[in-house]
């Protein structure tokens, strides 16, 4: 009987180390999934960062190409000038532009077209 007792001991012995086992590779792979996690979430936001910075750089970009066509430049000389391609300045002059742009750009143009009148009316290029 005592032999018995004995082996059954060893058994509950050897279960519990490889439970143990168990619930340390587990806990690692806990660890590691968690790591994961956080650096997609991580990621994710830094995403949305990038992207809200591109959308301003955009509608920044958006409200100066405005301007040039409010000053009647061809789109093939804004993208000449600019180094986008015409297609890029389309497609960034359809944007809406932030009213803070919007007034500034007016603001600037009222401010020239100020300036011109005093120096005898605005003057085309032919002369």
Same mark, same amino acid.
């Given at each position: 009987?005592g032999r018995?007792?004995?082996?059954?001991?060893?058994?509950?012995?050897?279960a519990?180390?490889a439970?143990?086992?168990l619930? %340390?590779?587990?806990? &690692?792979?806990d !660890?590691?999934? $968690?790591d994961?996690? *956080? =650096? /997609? #979430? @991580?990621?994710?936001?830094?995403? %949305?960062?990038?992207? &809200?910075q591109? !959308?301003?750089? $955009?509608?920044?970009? *958006? =409200? /100066? #190409? @405005?301007r040039?066509?409010?000053?009647?430049?061809p789109?093939?000389?804004?993208?000449?000038l600019?180094?986008?391609?015409?297609?890029?300045?389309?497609?960034?002059?359809?944007l809406p532009?932030?009213a803070?742009h919007?007034?500034?750009?007016?603001?600037?143009?009222?401010?020239?077209d100020?300036?011109?009148?005093?120096?005898g009316?605005?003057v085309d290029?032919?002369?």
């Amino acid at each position: 009987m005592g032999r018995t007792a004995t082996r059954a001991q060893e058994a509950k012995s050897r279960a519990r180390e490889a439970r143990l086992a168990l619930l %340390a590779e587990r806990n &690692a792979q806990d !660890e590691r999934i $968690e790591d994961a996690v *956080a =650096a /997609a #979430l @991580l990621a994710a936001e830094d995403r %949305a960062a990038g992207l &809200a910075q591109v !959308e301003q750089a $955009e509608r920044d970009a *958006a =409200a /100066a #190409l @405005l301007r040039l066509s409010r000053e009647k430049v061809p789109m093939r000389d804004m993208a000449s000038l600019t180094g986008m391609a015409e297609p890029v300045c389309a497609r960034l002059l359809k944007l809406p532009v932030d009213a803070k742009h919007d007034a500034a750009d007016r603001r600037s143009d009222d401010a020239t077209d100020t300036a011109s009148e005093g120096e005898g009316g605005r003057v085309d290029a032919a002369g």
